[in-house]
Each structure stands twice: as structure tokens, then as C-alpha cells.
């Protein structure tokens, strides 16, 4: 099965500090044992397809219940080499 790449930003962000949004939504994704790289602009997530569908998904709620506003999600299949 193909890896995928997701990332996701969380609205809305304090500039220079984690919002209860977006703690939630980093909280989320490492409670499925995944490491996210958090940075300005988004967190980064990689992992089989199923692994990380399943994240986004708990993502989603625990972000959407903290207070977000907006939550923009991308994600890459990754090649199989």
C-alpha cells in the first residue's frame, strides 16, 4: 500500500503560539502514534494511507470541538520506491 504525505493547517493560530485549535489537532494525530512536524504554516504527517486517513479524521473532530474555524487539508501519495 502507497504512503501518503498529509498536512493540514489549523484556523484560527496565534502567530508566535499554539491556540487550543490547533494543540488539539497535534494532540489528535500523535494519540495514532504518529511524530507531526509542526512549523508556521502547518503540520506534517506521513504514513500508509489508512493510518493517516484514519488520523486526519480524529484531527478534524478534535480540532472543529476546540474552536476551529478552518481547517485546510492536503494530502500527497507518496511514490513506491
Given at each position: 500500500?502507497?504512503?501518503?504525505r498529509a498536512e493540514f493547517m489549523v484556523?484560527?493560530?496565534v502567530e508566535g503560539s499554539l491556540g487550543p485549535p490547533v494543540v488539539?489537532?497535534?494532540e489528535a494525530v500523535a494519540e495514532r502514534g504518529f511524530e507531526p512536524s509542526v512549523d508556521a504554516f502547518g503540520t506534517?504527517?506521513?504514513?500508509?494511507a489508512?493510518?493517516?486517513v484514519a488520523a486526519l479524521a480524529d484531527m478534524l473532530h478534535a480540532?472543529?470541538?476546540?474552536?476551529a474555524t478552518r481547517v485546510t487539508v492536503q494530502v500527497e501519495r507518496r511514490s513506491e520506491t
Open positions: 500500500m502507497p504512503g501518503y484556523e484560527p493560530f488539539a489537532a497535534v506534517t504527517i506521513e504514513g500508509d489508512d493510518r493517516v480540532a472543529m470541538d476546540a474552536g
